[in-house]
């Protein structure tokens, strides 16, 4: 081997601990970003789904009919409801 190459070698096993490190942290790094990531995405597409969901869900609860009180009550065409005294 020539000198440059042990010289190198030598450099290498050196740092060997510092680069072993630093490519640990930089694994860990990256596989949290990833999980985040993903995370983040299965949030949107769910929150995507749901939010679908309950449009169609008021779209269709506003056409449906709406049967409040106040629309049931039956117009007095006979006068039965009226309040007159027949002993009068």
Do not use: C, W
Not at 8 to 32: C, G, H, M, V
Not at 56 to 66: A, H, L
Request: cysteine-free.
């Amino acid at each position: 081997m020539s000198i440059e190459k042990v010289d190198a070698y030598k450099n290498e096993k050196a740092n060997r601990k510092q680069t072993l490190a630093k490519e640990k942290s930089k694994k860990k790094r990256d596989k949290i970003i990833g999980t985040t990531l993903a995370v983040a995405f299965v949030a949107i597409i769910a929150g995507a789904i749901i939010l679908t969901f309950v449009n169609e869900f008021k779209s269709y609860q506003e056409s449906r009919p709406n049967y409040n009180r106040t629309e049931m009550v039956v117009p007095d065409y006979t006068g039965i409801t009226s309040e007159s005294s027949a002993a009068e």
